[in-house]
């Protein structure tokens, strides 16, 4: 079973920064099954990012993915009030999903 | 209105049995697998189990595989997941989810699952 990492644990960053989040996977993923979802308090998860580098439905163009192999990359441009929460990688591979344990972005 | 509404959580005894149900509106049932998904409190998401569209393939997480079943009705357009010999470590949130290209991307809002004695 891939093992996905997340990192760092928890960003402290102001609106109108940048954010980086990162996903590593304990063996290579299929790029076309990897995903980002963002999940507020008392919230349901939301797709953000599917195919590693593709925005879902209604997802603003300041979010983008990137990566392949074993490392991937979510990028928040200027972070807007509304983005602060937990995000999550998920892959999918062998009959098996799997969720990274989540970065928390939180206001500085 | 595209939605997923979970039913019929609740306070289950150890060892108990419940059963919880998803019904989707809004788009077209059988054309997509279906998914749970889970989330116990205060900590992250966990994949439980996925159905393909015709239930052909049936896949589980390897620490509900042998105690939760997945089914699915096409025609009455709903999803279930019965769950035997719950355990304390079961309580969690649970979602259902639209599965699409190897992602989730439709939520619905969860019922909650409390095992305690």
């Known amino acids: 079973e891939i093992v996905l990492t997340q990192s760092p644990g928890t960003l402290s960053l102001s609106p109108g920064e940048r954010a980086t989040l990162s996903c590593r996977a304990s063996?290579?993923?299929?790029?076309?099954?990897l995903g980002w979802y963002q999940q507020k308090p008392g919230q349901a998860p939301r797709l953000l990012i599917y195919?590693?580098?593709n925005r879902a439905t209604g997802i603003p163009d300041r979010f983008s993915g990137n990566g392949s192999g074993t490392d991937f990359t979510l990028t928040i441009n200027r972070l807007e009030p509304e983005d602060f929460a937990v995000y999550y990688c998920?892959?999918?591979?062998?009959?098996?999903?799997?969720f990274g344990p989540g970065t928390k972005v939180d206001i500085k | 209105e595209v939605q997923l509404v979970e039913s019929g959580g609740g306070l289950v005894k150890p060892g108990g049995s419940l059963r919880l149900s998803c019904a989707p509106s809004?788009?077209?049932?059988?054309?997509?697998?279906m998914n749970w998904v889970r989330q116990a409190p205060g900590k992250g998401l966990e994949w439980v189990s996925c159905?393909?569209?015709?239930?052909?393939?049936?896949f589980y997480a390897d620490s509900v595989k042998g105690r939760f079943t997945i089914s699915r009705d096409n025609a009455k357009n709903s999803l279930y997941l019965e769950m035997n010999s719950l355990r304390g470590e079961d309580t969690a949130l649970y979602y259902c989810?639209?599965?699409?290209?190897?992602?989730?991307?439709?939520w619905g809002q969860g019922t909650m699952v409390t095992v305690s004695s």
């Open positions: 063996q290579s993923v299929i790029s076309a099954y």
């Open positions: 195919g590693s580098s």
């Open positions: 989810a639209r599965g699409n290209q190897g992602v989730f991307d439709m």
């Open positions: 809004g788009f077209t049932f059988s054309a997509y697998s």
């Open positions: 998920q892959q999918y591979g062998s009959s098996v999903f799997t």
């Open positions: 159905i393909y569209p015709s239930s052909s393939y049936i």
